[in-house]
T-cell receptor, first 112, second 115 residues
Framework: DQQVKQNSPSLSVQEGRISILNCDYTNSMFDYFLWYKKYPAEGPTFLISISSIKDKNEDGRFTVFLNKSAKHLSLHIVPSQPGDSAVYFCAASGLGNTPLVFGKGTRLSVIA | DSGVTQTPKHLITATGQRVTLRCSPRSGDLSVYWYQQSLDQGLQFLIQYYNGEERAKGNILERFSAQQFPDLHSELNLSSLELGDSALYFC??????????????FGEGSRLTVL
C-alpha cells in the first residue's frame, strides 16, 4: 500500500507559468515532508522541505504548501523555467526510526 | 556533485548470479542508505547503516544483504538474481543517525540489468 502518492505521472507547463506538483499521503504519523528533483542519469537532489508545524515554506521560486487535514502537499514553481524539467519526488517521514518514504515521482516538462 | 560515489554505474548479469554494488558516502557522513527504483516505481527503501551498524530495514529481500565497513563505505550484495531485480539502486548518505531527519545526499545510482 502506497503511503505517499503522486497521482500525476507527468505534467507539462509553459515557460514562465506556474507549475503545481501534488502529493498525497495516508500515514497521519508523517511529520516532515521533502521534495527531491532528479535529472536523467543523476541521483535525486534535495529541493525543499516542510515540517508539519508549518503550512508553507518558500525558497526562491519554490514554495511547498502543506494541508494536514487533507493529508496533501503541493510544490509550486513560479515562474517555471526549462531547467526545471526533471522528475520530482515527494517524500515523507515520521517519528522514530522510520526512513523516508518516497512517491513514484512526477515528470515535469517546461516548454520554452 | 553530491559527494556520494557509487560503482559500478551499469551492470549486466544473468539470472542466478551474484553482484556487489559499492557506495562511498560524503566525507563526514556516518549514515548510508540503500534505495531501489524499479520501472515506474518510486524509491523503495532497503536498508540503513550508521557508523557500521544496521539502523533501519525496509522491504529488503533475504537474497540481498548489506554492510558498512570501518571506513564507512558500504556494499549491497544481491544474490540469486532474478529478472525482477533489474532496477536502479541508489545509495544516499547523511550525517544523521536518524533516517527521518534532514536531507539525504544521493549518488548517481547503479543500474542493474538481469538477463
Amino acid at each position: 500500500d502506497q503511503q505517499v502518492k503522486q497521482n500525476s505521472p507527468s505534467l507539462s507547463v509553459q515557460e514562465g507559468r506556474i507549475s503545481i506538483l501534488n502529493c498525497d499521503y495516508t500515514n497521519s504519523m508523517f511529520d516532515y515532508f521533502l521534495w527531491y528533483k532528479k535529472y536523467p542519469a543523476e541521483g535525486p537532489t534535495f529541493l525543499i522541505s516542510i515540517s508539519s508545524i508549518k503550512d508553507k515554506n518558500e525558497d526562491g521560486r519554490f514554495t511547498v504548501f502543506l494541508n494536514k487535514s487533507a493529508k496533501h502537499l503541493s510544490l509550486h514553481i513560479v515562474p517555471s523555467q526549462p531547467g526545471d524539467s526533471a522528475v520530482y519526488f515527494c517524500a515523507a517521514s515520521g517519528l522514530g526510526n522510520t526512513p523516508l518514504v518516497f512517491g513514484k515521482g512526477t515528470r515535469l516538462s517546461v516548454i520554452a | 556533485d553530491s559527494g556520494v560515489t557509487q560503482t559500478p554505474k551499469h551492470l549486466i548479469t544473468a539470472t542466478g548470479q551474484r553482484v556487489t554494488l559499492r557506495c562511498s558516502p560524503r566525507s563526514g557522513d556516518l549514515s548510508v542508505y540503500w534505495y531501489q527504483q524499479s520501472l515506474d516505481q518510486g524509491l523503495q527503501f532497503l536498508i540503513q547503516y550508521y557508523n557500521g551498524e544496521e539502523r533501519a530495514k525496509g522491504n529488503i529481500l533475504e537474497r540481498f544483504s548489506a554492510q558498512q565497513f570501518p571506513d564507512l563505505h558500504s556494499e549491497l550484495n544481491l544474490s540469486s538474481l532474478e529478472l525482477g531485480d533489474s532496477a536502479l539502486y541508489f545509495c544516499a548518505s547523511s550525517p544523521s543517525e536518524r533516517p527521518n531527519t534532514g536531507e539525504l545526499f544521493f549518488g548517481e545510482g547503479s543500474r542493474l540489468t538481469v538477463l
